[in-house]
């Protein structure tokens, strides 16, 4: 399994950004579709970004399209989300995930077999 570390959680105002970075090692980082989760409290885990192998491809919950953005570095081993027009419903512990199996990115928790322990996001109002 590839190991995961995400970085770049805080605290921001409703409107700002933040960019999330999950550092990946262990294993061929290009091997791995990579996505992003989120659980806010008292709700289930849900997904926020996906992005193939080679980058190409790119899926989004319809909660955050138009305002967050997958990449990923494969020479450096590292997924982004960068995340604009933060919204107070955007609060929760973000965490990157990494998939074997497919070469896209998939929405299914599931479909995932290494996850990093996440990082928080705190949008004020």
């Known amino acids: 399994q590839v190991q995961l570390v995400e970085s770049g959680g805080g605290l921001v105002q409703a409107g700002g950004s933040l960019r999330l970075s999950c550092a990946a090692s262990g294993r061929t980082f290009s091997n791995y579709a990579m996505g992003w989760f989120r659980q806010a409290p008292g709700k289930e885990r849900e997904f926020v970004a996906g992005i193939s192998r080679t980058g190409h491809t790119t899926s989004y919950a319809d909660s955050v399209k138009g305002r967050f953005t997958i990449s990923r570095d494969n020479a450096k081993n590292t997924v982004y989300l960068q995340m604009n027009s933060l919204k107070p419903e955007d609060t929760a512990v973000y965490y990157c995930?990494?998939?074997?199996?497919?070469?896209?990115?998939?929405?299914?928790?599931?479909?995932?077999?290494?996850w990093g322990q996440g990082t928080q996001v705190t949008v004020s109002s």
């Open positions: 995930a990494a998939d074997r199996a497919h070469a896209l990115a998939s929405g299914r928790q599931s479909s995932y077999d290494s």
